[in-house]
């Protein structure tokens, strides 16, 4: 398609807004609650108000007992994923194996490049883009930006002296969303093979020939990679020090869990490499939805296919500001409800593509891990009470049969958070985030804000776009990301 031709570039913006929603109605998110999803939520709602007035007590005691289950079933589905995790580590593709496969064998490659309002890191792209060890010719990377954003196309222009970037404006237009513009500049893509960085992201030079050669050692029903990643200012403060034990559990462990038992994988933001005919089919990005990464992952798997992972990184910025943090998080917590809403619109046929393992690990982690998060604020205020001097009021909604299992939960379930933390951190060596790692119940304080913030916008704004700023850390002077071993 051509960038230059007004027609084409309409047709593109139609597509890139309203593809999704068009095609395959009941997977956008643009809807936020389906039809018959609202009368089960107030009918629900309605049940339990009608049970508290009626049976207060007897209320309060049910709901403890059932999110008390949840913490259960979350808890040993989290420690079950972490030990297959620890068994399955990343796909490893060699600097051999990866600098082996000749140029002529080598697909297309288009690197996509959202940025909005970010003219300090354009530089550094260009930076990391050049490092990228990948034929020229078969190269493509479309810097995607808002045409009404001034200061980063300015920024642009002074950079790209190069002609390996092609800048791709995006026209105006609602939903201002990062998977918008990634629609946008899909129909102008040229590769075989597509993935998607962050503007400041420090991608490892052979990573593009590290998924090649994965993707030559997989099942034909692999349509994902998913790239590790970790933080280049992880000693920046101490929250860049939780984010980066958290990042290191995920990626490194938790995702490679997924990945063998074949569960649906919520991708990251960045640094998933995607087949493009599978991503044409399934109806590529929902501009609507605020996490379309997790989104993506979970429609892949809905369609039949899977999602790997490989040992190669790519180094972000780790959120130093608190504020700017819970922005952050508050959207990826409301984007993942937002997906979870989306995908049980039709459960009994989400369910016999998933079967059941996988169906219970979709409702854990996409739903169960904000609603968890807002609990706990409730059951932080429970223990708080119990201090006080109120253990008769406490006492009344914990029975001993809900007691003992929140106790379990209490004592275990953050000792063994911890226990994954820090065998996470023997594994990859990384000694130096000992007192994040052993600190972290402070870091879930600011994760239940966040999530009661994010249910908050999914009622009032759901496809709002909470701007995460970057550039506050400053860059490694010498650190290249970090490399499988040969």
């Given at each position: 398609m051509d960038i230059d031709n007004p027609a084409h570039r309409d047709y593109a913006l139609h597509r890139a807004v309203d593809g999704l929603r068009e095609d395959h109605p009941k997977q956008s998110a643009s809807v936020p609650i389906w039809g018959w999803q609202r009368v089960a939520l107030w009918s629900l709602l309605a049940v339990v108000v009608a049970c508290a007035i009626w049976r207060p007590t007897g209320t309060a005691v049910a709901l403890m007992g059932v999110c008390t289950l949840a913490y259960v079933v979350t808890m040993a589905d989290r420690m079950l994923m972490?030990?297959?995790?620890?068994?399955?580590?990343?796909?490893?593709?060699?600097?051999?194996?990866?600098?082996?496969?000749?140029?002529?064998?080598?697909?297309?490659?288009?690197?996509?490049?959202?940025?909005?309002n970010e003219p300090e890191v354009v530089a550094d792209l260009i930076s990391a883009m050049s490092a990228l060890e990948y034929p020229p010719d078969k190269l493509q990377i479309l810097l995607l930006l808002e045409a009404d954003d001034d200061?980063?196309?300015?920024?642009?222009?002074?950079?790209?002296?190069?002609?390996?970037?092609?800048?791709?404006?995006?026209?105006?237009?609602?939903?201002?969303?990062?998977?918008?513009?990634?629609?946008?500049?899909?129909?102008?893509?040229?590769?075989?093979?597509?993935?998607?960085?962050?503007?400041?992201?420090?991608?490892?030079?052979?990573?593009?020939?590290?998924?090649?050669?994965?993707?030559?050692?997989l099942d034909d029903n692999i349509a994902c990679i998913q790239a590790k990643l970790a933080y280049h200012n992880g000693h920046q403060n101490m929250l860049t020090g939780w984010f980066t034990a958290e990042y290191a559990l995920w990626f490194g462990y938790l995702l490679p869990g997924m990945m063998r038992s074949t569960s649906p994988i919520p991708l990251g933001g960045t640094s998933n490499h995607l087949r493009r005919d599978v991503l044409d089919r399934i109806g590529?990005?929902?501009?609507?939805?605020?996490?379309?990464?997790?989104?993506l992952g979970l429609r892949i798997d809905a369609s039949g296919y899977h999602t790997a992972v490989v040992d190669s990184t790519t180094l972000e910025e780790a959120n130093s500001d608190p504020i700017n943090w819970v922005r952050q998080r508050s959207r990826w917590f409301k984007g993942y409800l937002q997906?979870?809403?989306?995908?049980?619109?039709?459960?009994?046929?989400?369910?016999?593509?998933?079967?059941?393992?996988?169906?219970?690990?979709?409702?854990?982690?996409?739903?169960?891990?904000?609603?968890?998060?807002?609990?706990?604020?409730?059951?932080?205020?429970?223990t708080v009470l119990w201090f006080l001097g109120q253990p008769a009021?406490?006492?009344?909604?914990?029975?001993?049969?809900?007691?003992?299992?929140?106790?379990?939960?209490?004592?275990?379930?953050?000792?063994?958070?911890?226990?994954?933390?820090?065998?996470?951190?023997?594994?990859?060596?990384?000694?130096?985030?000992?007192?994040?790692?052993?600190?972290v119940p402070?870091?879930?304080?600011?994760?239940?804000?966040?999530?009661?913030?994010?249910?908050?916008?999914?009622?009032?704004?759901?496809?709002?776009?909470?701007?995460?700023?970057?550039?506050?850390?400053?860059?490694?002077?010498?650190?290249?990301?970090?490399?499988?071993?040969s």
């Open positions: 972490f030990k297959e995790g620890l068994g399955s580590r990343p796909i490893t593709i060699t600097d051999a194996q990866a600098r082996a496969i000749p140029d002529d064998e080598l697909p297309r490659y288009t690197v996509l490049v959202p940025a909005y200061v980063t196309i300015n920024a642009a222009k002074a950079c790209t002296a190069s002609d390996m970037i092609t800048t791709v404006l995006v026209p105006p237009a609602e939903p201002r969303t990062k998977p918008k513009a990634c629609n946008y500049g899909l129909h102008f893509a040229t590769g075989d093979i597509i993935t998607i960085y962050d503007a400041e992201d420090l991608p490892e030079p052979l990573q593009l020939r590290r998924v090649v050669g994965a993707f030559a050692q590529s990005w929902d501009p609507f939805n605020v996490t379309e990464d997790a989104d997906t979870w809403l989306v995908h049980i619109r039709e459960p009994v046929k989400l369910y016999r593509t998933l079967r059941f393992r996988s169906f219970l690990r979709f409702n854990l982690v996409l739903a169960g891990t904000p609603i968890i998060a807002v609990l706990n604020l409730l059951f932080w205020l429970i009021a406490v006492g009344a909604v914990f029975p001993w049969y809900i007691y003992f299992p929140a106790l379990v939960c209490l004592i275990l379930g953050n000792v063994a958070t911890i226990y994954m933390n820090l065998i996470t951190l023997r594994e990859d060596d990384r000694s130096d985030l000992l007192v994040p790692a052993l600190t402070v870091f879930w304080v600011m994760m239940s804000v966040a999530a009661t913030k994010g249910v908050y916008q999914l009622i009032r704004n759901p496809s709002y776009w909470e701007k995460t700023f970057h550039g506050l850390a400053e860059r490694p002077e010498a650190e290249a990301p970090a490399e499988a071993t």
